[in-house]
């Protein structure tokens, strides 16, 4: 028998990023959080970050503390830009993922040739929803690729009639990490523009969008950039591109000179023309400390490290688990997944019900995924080794058996 | 003489409201705050609130507190719904100010048979750069009504080719506040949609927006509602209008099984089909907590103190500022305004920054307006007098003249 607590401590030991941990506050030093791509745990820093905020900034400073707060999503999206390959002035914070992505999808489509938009069948819910309803707008409709497409795939579906690709860069079920550079290509070939969900990617993976030759890109702030619950999303559009999109929710944090009150919307520029109205300061904080975090430990040494993080925890999984009803879901080549592991199995609702009872907590996708997020500030090799020693026991002595076989319709 | 500061005493002892002041954190005793209709000043609840936010829920509660936070949007536009005149259902925050206004007008005029939209040209620029965006989207355009409009005024400009009336019932520059109940009518009698803008009215006015045959609203919790900077806004729509309109911003919170993970996007039959993405839910637990302490003062109460307040500042203003280049740009009576009044002065700007330098917080707005806003739970008649005092001095003194003339561009 293996002895996996020891190996884990041995990885633990050894491991350049294992001081990274201390900085989050994390009070149950037991508890193995395997679900920081749903939601990043508190930095330390943000707590004295958002007290600030609310005493000094809003209590004492009252309305004047605008002159700080007015450009807070830019400066933040600067110190986000290195994070995934774009150069200042090229990123911003601002409003949720769906609304950006319709922002920018709906821009796209307004400067494209076609009006259809290519996703992926397995794309996130809401992207989905959202795209479909930004090409109907435009006369157009969405088109499916399967999961985890290619730049073949991609190529398969595309002719004149696309104006645009949008995809996640890493998958939320999957955890498949796309050819971005690749699939851009094919897209710029068929003159459609490219627009990439991060939120799955940024803070794990390095995303190198101006290497990849892409055009715009969103995500979220609250998974492996540890915002906080419903942080600010961000929003990329290449500094060339700028000036020849306009999106569709012209608020007055979108205009050339918002305090001029004017009576014609004349957009800003620069990203900004990207912005809408006024953002949420104290999630906005919480957001740029988790960001800042991130950067600070550098997305090389993160990346490594959720390397050899999944790959231990899939060589473990089928030493483990293959006999007990799991298959990997994820691809098993390093550089095609992010920073989760996805294991099928027929029972994954109960399943991670009971993980959860047990002191791990993963999450659950349709129809038989459980989902292991390694987000490699905080995780530790000892949570793969308990991870994997749970689930085996969970289904070994069907403790899963204790909770409902569906969830049921939850809204 | 008139001895003011003694009036003054005289009225706030008499003030049954005086007491509230303190449940707000109000670090500068001698700070004459008159600008909490930009921002309102922090609840003390509010900072044990955020604290409980970040270190009980994110922090130690981690992905499991979405269990508490996922309707908090539908809970808190509950609490606010009276102090609107909605009934239980009908309200929710969701987004910014000018994302709602969006997703809104857009339901409307997707409804309505016209494509155009009526607004006042002294509306909020964002309100009118977002208003005439959605119009031109569905091949409409803006019509123009001057300020403060009547309900003539209105019918003047409608025909079937309108689809939607928006405009704020509290005026953002003269603080008038509008004949609901005539103008729903007039609109009505078209087949126009209402939707106004309630920033400068909730928390301020009883709004009754069910009353006035209202159909739609919006608004910020930042000013009135003391939710904190750039808290989420809220959306009002009235319960038989919630399943014909369709907001275009498909995303899964407004989706009729949102963890479901459907293929297509299927509209919640409620209030919810108005969301959109995730919520900033730092900045949403402070929106709670502004908008529980004005429910639980009473909005009767709070419009009678704004009424004495405004009455006692333009009746001081007559008498002190006339002779001073000063006059009232607000409805002298006190039904056809809301909790702001607007001086008009032609060196606004300087004298507005003469007063900050004084210690007395007011607002500008171009060309040559300074707003003093009354928060009836913060302010006291004191702040009145001292008020008047020092803007008199300004003048007399020629203090705004060490300021720059005008504001220049600032973006």
Known sequence: VRDLAGEAAARDAADPLAGWRERFHLPEPELVYLDGNSLGPLPEQTREAVRRAVDEEWGRGLVRSWD??????????DVLGPLIGAEPGEVALSDQTSVDLFKLADAALGAAGGADIVTEADNFPSDRYVLAGV??????RLRLVPPAPSAEDVAAVLDGGVGLVSLSLVSYRSGAFLDAAGIGEVARRHGAFTLWDLSHAAGAVPCRLRDAGADLAIGCTYKYLNGGPGAPAFLWVRRDL??????PISGWFGHRDMFGFHDTYEPAPDIRRFLTGTPPILSMVAAGEGIRLVAEAGIGAIRAKSVALTSWFIELAHEYLD?????VATPEEPDRRGSHVALRHEAAWPVTQALRSLGVIVDYRTPELVRFGFSPLVNRYADVAVAIERTARVVEERRHEAFPADRGEVT
């Open 68 to 77: 700080s707060w007015l450009h807070l999503g830019v400066e933040i999206g």
């Open 323 to 327: 006999g007990l009803g799991f298959t």
């Open 242 to 247: 700028q000036d020849r999109l306009l999106q």
């Open 135 to 140: 090409a109907a707008r435009h006369g157009g």
